[in-house]
């Protein structure tokens, strides 16, 4: 089936270093969106991406669509605190249900 | 519009019992999904239910089942529960006007199976 693997597992950045989440998916997607999950939390839309190649941005946040629409990344600005969470991708294929990576986990040390 | 809301947030059971979870979608949604979180799995998901039908099932044993009812309300039931079921169970819903419409997620029921 759909697989949709993550990379890093976690990621410990100084306040103020840039951050990047990598999605990769086993088939080819329709869309694939990120979702953000505080810590205690449950996870909270950011963004959905559905075109070949698209990149959206929100403020320091970058994301990416690759161009075979398997591939798909997070880069987060000059990072603060308040970033602090768990980063997940989650790919949609054809009639499937959405199919989420396991996440990366972000720490902020100020 | 209030947000998703399930119930209960919190629950304790032993091996062998069996739990109902709930779940109300926000007002309008018509789709109901159900994932279990757990720390080495992430999300994983159970099921979805659309207009009281399930549309998809993941890849779970047959002690999980849900039902949707006819305001769109949902419930999830794990029966003869094992060790391995502790996890964070969550409900999300969506108005499924496409395929790829945003989760909006509850808060979920934290289940510990002791």
């Known amino acids: 089936g759909q697989q949709v693997m993550q990379i890093p597992q976690y990621q410990h950045v100084q306040e103020g270093e840039d951050f990047t989440t990598y999605c990769n998916s086993s088939t080819t997607l329709s869309n694939i969106q990120w979702y953000k999950q505080r810590p205690g939390g449950h996870p909270v839309f950011l963004i959905q991406?559905?075109?070949?190649?698209e990149v959206k941005k929100q403020k320091r946040l970058t994301f990416q669509f690759g161009e075979a629409k398997k591939n798909s990344s997070l880069h987060i600005t000059a990072t603060q605190t308040t970033d602090v969470g768990t980063y997940f991708c989650?790919?949609?294929?054809?009639?499937?249900?959405?199919?989420f990576g396991k996440g990366t986990r972000l720490s902020v040390i100020a | 519009k209030a947000g998703v809301t399930q119930t209960p947030r919190y629950l304790i059971k032993t091996r062998g019992q069996q739990v109902t979870l709930s779940c109300s979608p926000i007002?309008?949604?018509?789709?109901v999904s159900w994932y279990q979180q757990t720390p080495g799995q992430g999300l994983q998901f159970l099921f979805e239910?659309?207009?009281?039908?399930?549309?998809n099932k993941g890849n779970f044993p047959g002690r999980f089942s849900g039902r949707q009812f006819s305001n769109s309300r949902s419930e999830m039931n794990v029966s003869t529960l094992e060790l391995g079921d502790s996890a964070l169970y969550l409900c999300?819903?969506?108005?499924?006007?496409?395929?790829?419409?945003?989760?909006?997620f509850g808060p979920g029921t934290r289940l510990t199976v002791l």
């Open positions: 991406l559905v075109k070949s190649g």
């Open positions: 007002s309008g949604h018509r789709s």
């Open positions: 239910y659309f207009s009281e039908t399930q549309r």
């Open positions: 999300a819903s969506s108005p499924r006007v496409t395929s790829g419409d945003e989760q909006f």
């Open positions: 989650a790919g949609l294929s054809g009639n499937t249900p959405l199919v």
